[in-house]
């Protein structure tokens, strides 16, 4: 699209907590494989069993671990203006979505045990009918991300 | 006002009533599991646990109704209920969002009437309403009247009762709508069931005609197991038609006697036979309109009206989609709704999708039912061929979809129209929607289409309306459009 992207990237400590995601994702996959092919050479399946034990491990460690996260971070993109909030991700499909502050209810910031270990939070920005998130941001980004936001948002009245 | 008030006796009744239906499932399992006999006193267990059950469910909705009061006292309405735990529920009069009437066939003996209570957007779904079962028309009139002078904020002796129900008659505000009862037929006969009802006629008709060349292509064998193929078709055709009737019957019922009046500020739908139902739509609640058409009504130029609003509770979907005007000649739409709500354009040229986007319309559709045809027509050879009507109709619907796909933009309205099956129109204004989301896959980049997602609120959750595969320049010219203005800083634009 012609329109400007969004300013500001997400934390790059993102990318190393999603290839983390994707490496426990890999070894659950990869065990599972495993397994099917030993099941194949003890009961005898059809030897093609083992070529899916071995392609779909593969394609797992390859997307979930190194294309799809950095797509993701790449595509990840932020930016708070007085009046709106921008954001911009998608890996196939890219969504650009655009929150005037006057509509924003709340905002929240949350933090899982891995996001605390890197230091990253998690921003949820809440309409009268949407949620909208922005993953792994900088702690100190977020919490003044949030103050910022419920400023900007306070200055306008409700109309729902 | 202010003494504390029981609901009538008859919600006793009603509890109970309630309480049977809710129990009557696992009741149902509860006989059906120990239908042995196995001679000792255990047959008679569940008859007792029945029993027993039976007996908790009337005394229950009999302490329920004992134990409900409802008063109103310093400006707040205040329910009191429970037994063990004793639950104290006050509203604010100035959050009470509207009153809703309904009246079933227990109620019109009495002259009573069931109100429901919705209150401004809570965040707690729980709190977000209020029943009142069953109170006398009169004292809900009175309520309702009490709830406008509050309101309005002008300090009438809250007490004179018929003083209030003066008010209340003089106060009937004008009819927008009716909805003749010839329109009430086409609107049964025409709802989403009947479109199952003649697939299955057309279906049925095709089964018909192929009967008779397979009595002398196969064997006895094989006949029979066609007859009954038939019988058992026959029979489901039979009770879907009988079903049918039973909706068209209903509908008819619901529909009955339909009108719309505006009263002040505030929408007041009433309708229905057997159960009588008035709804109450304050007019600043209202997020968007929404017209529906079908593939049945299209043709004959019918629509239906739809009012997106917010807040509310959580029962009833329809509560807050509430359908303004259930059947109506689409072009008569912008003249009964300039009465309602002159701030809507209804007559407006929507700006279609680029042609370059038909081929998005029609590739997955095309994909979809061209593999499931194959499977069809290649296990169910050569009866299975017939689901090639599958892709055929995939394809009129992606050309219809194409055709339907549009937006437009007027001061601060913005209209988008899309048809999954149902060809939807929905109207917003800027200052309702909730968010804007663009959406462009690689496949639209390469075409340089994208789509559109609006949102505005809709009962305690949202409404999204979206229109795919249109012009990027377009979308743009719509995000633009709903990005808040920079120069006006600090001054809220918030017309009406």
């Not at chain 1, 099917?36 to 059809?46: G, K």
């Not at chain 2, 009175?142 to 406008?148: H, M, N, S, T, V």
């Amino acid at each position: 699209m012609e329109r400007l992207e969004p300013a500001n990237r997400i934390s790059p400590k993102a990318l190393r907590l999603w290839r983390i995601y994707g490496g426990i994702q890999s070894v659950i996959i990869t065990l599972l494989a495993a397994g099917l092919i030993v099941a194949t050479y003890y009961f005898n399946w059809p030897k093609w069993l083992i070529l899916i034990g071995i392609i779909v491990p593969l394609l797992e460690i390859i997307l979930s671990v190194w294309l799809l996260p950095t797509i993701r971070w790449k595509r990840w993109r932020y930016e708070v203006r007085e009046q709106e909030i921008e954001l911009q991700h998608g890996i196939w499909i890219v969504n650009r979505t655009l929150v005037p502050m006057i509509r924003v209810q709340h905002v929240d910031t949350e933090q899982g045990p891995l996001l605390r270990k890197y230091k990253l939070a998690t921003i949820s920005i809440s309409t009268a009918a949407t949620v909208h998130k922005i993953p792994a941001l900088e702690v100190d980004e977020a919490e003044h991300l949030r103050q910022s936001i419920s400023s900007l948002a306070r200055v306008a009245e409700d109309d729902v | 006002m202010s003494e504390a008030k029981r609901l009538h006796p008859i919600s006793a009744v009603m509890n109970f009533l309630k309480g049977l239906k809710d129990a009557i499932l696992p009741a149902i399992f509860l006989l059906v599991l120990n239908n042995d006999e196995s001679g000792t006193w255990l047959d008679w267990l569940p008859t007792l646990v029945f029993g027993v059950l039976l007996v908790f469910i009337l005394v229950n909705g009999f302490i329920k109704w004992l134990r409900f009061t409802y008063r109103i006292e310093e400006g707040e309405l205040r329910i009191e209920y429970g037994l063990i735990f004793r639950k104290k529920r006050y509203i604010p009069i100035d959050r009470i969002q509207s009153l809703n009437f309904s009246e079933g066939v227990l109620h019109r003996p009495f002259n009573l009437v069931k109100v429901n209570i919705e209150t401004a957007g809570s965040s707690d779904i729980a709190q977000a309403e209020a029943d009142l079962t069953a109170i006398k028309k009169p004292e809900a009139h009175a309520l309702e009247d009490w709830i406008q002078q509050a309101k309005r904020k002008t300090e009438a002796d809250t007490d004179s009762e018929a003083l209030e129900s003066n008010a209340h008659q003089a106060d009937e505000g004008s009819v927008v709508f009716r909805l003749p009862s010839k329109e009430i037929v086409i609107l049964a006969v025409t709802s989403g069931a009947s479109g199952v009802v003649f697939s299955g006629l057309a279906f049925f008709g095709s089964q018909f005609g192929e009967i008779i060349p397979y009595e002398a292509l196969f064997n006895e064998v094989v006949e029979f197991v066609q007859i009954g193929v038939f019988v058992v078709g026959l029979a489901s055709f039979l009770l879907l038609l009988i079903s049918y009737g039973i909706g068209v019957l209903l509908t008819f019922l619901r529909f009955a006697d339909f009108k719309v009046r505006l009263v002040e500020d505030d929408l007041i739908i009433t309708r229905g036979m057997l159960e009588k139902k008035q709804m109450t739509i304050p007019l600043n609640r209202i997020q968007g309109i929404q017209v529906k058409q079908n593939l049945l009504r299209q043709p004959f130029g019918y629509a239906s009206l739809h009012v997106e609003s917010a807040g509310g509770g959580v029962g009833d979907k329809e509560e807050h989609n509430m359908n303004l005007l259930p059947l109506v000649k689409k072009d008569s739409i912008s003249g009964i709704m300039a009465k309602v709500l002159p701030d809507y354009q209804f007559d407006v040229d929507l700006k279609p999708a680029p042609k370059r986007s038909r081929f998005r319309y029609f590739i997955w559709n095309m994909i979809i039912t061209s593999i499931i045809a194959g499977a069809v027509s290649w296990f169910l050879w050569p009866i299975g061929l017939l689901s090639v009507i599958l892709v055929l109709l995939a394809a009129s619907l992606s050309w219809l979809q194409y055709k339907d796909a549009g937006w437009d933009l007027q001061g601060q309205q913005l209209c988008l129209q899309s048809r999954g099956i149902i060809k939807r129109t929905y109207y917003m204004k800027k200052y309702r929607i909730q968010d804007t989301e663009a959406k462009q896959s690689w496949f639209q980049k390469r075409k340089s289409l994208a789509s559109i997602t609006s949102t505005i609120k809709s009962g305690l959750g949202g409404a999204s309306p979206t229109v795919d595969h249109l012009e990027v320049s377009d979308i743009e010219t719509m995000l633009q459009w709903y990005e808040p203005e920079k120069v006006q800083k600090n001054t809220k634009n918030k017309p009406t």
